[in-house]
């Protein structure tokens, strides 16, 4: 049974207009989240990550917000460029911080 | 540093035969930890290891599937008999407690 779902697996988006990428979490006990990009052929690399006592977290054009009540975060991207087109995976962790669960991915395409 | 490595990129076989993937990771981090990516369950976690100990198996998905760390710069995920359905690209991940993990490249896996 998955903890953390991503329920869009692709999203096309303009060069220059905002993306945003949604994930859902089953597990209350969840408070720390991440976001990690994949490019073909490679690994996940970190983006951003987000504690359970905060509801947003900035980083350049990466923004995570996190509502707790509806076990929900989002990621947005503003502006998208084309080297945004990636797989973006959410992931979510106990204090504990060791064991992370991973949604299936959305893979992002920002066209030029 | 070098980051996570893993050997081979690439493993083609044939089922029944036994396949080893094998990790690097990076100097001084002391979690290891053992990923499937497919397209049905994404990133699923299959075990991960403290200074060289397995704490979590349970994403092992059969017998077939073993895994072992000698030491702290080498680990092996090793698949013994293979099947067609094992075709998946395994990566890798290192980390610092509660840090976030590290990805090596992955290996791609195709079982005929």
Known sequence: ????????????????????????????????????????????????????????????????????????????????QPGDSAVYFCAATRSNFNKFYFGSGTKLNVKP | DAGVIQSPRHEVTEMG?????????????????????????????????????????SGMPEDRFSAKMPNASFSTLKIQPSEPRDSAVYFCASSLPRTEQFFGPGTRLTVL
């Open chain 1, 1 to 80: 049974d998955q903890q953390v779902k991503q329920n869009s697996p692709s999203l096309s988006v303009q060069e220059g207009r905002i993306s945003i990428l949604n994930c859902d979490y089953t597990n209350s006990m969840f408070d720390y989240f991440l976001w990690y990009k994949k490019y073909p052929a490679e690994g996940p690399t970190f983006l951003i990550s987000i504690s359970s006592i905060k509801d947003k977290n900035e980083d350049g054009r990466f923004t995570v917000f996190l509502n707790k009540s509806a076990k929900h975060l989002s990621l947005h991207i503003v502006p998208s």
């Open chain 2, 17 to 57: 035969q036994e396949v080893t993937l094998r990790c690097k990771p990076i100097s001084g981090h002391d979690y290891l930890f053992w990923y499937r990516q497919t397209m049905m369950r994404g990133l699923e976690l299959l075990i991960y290891f403290n200074n060289n100990v397995p704490i979590d198996d």
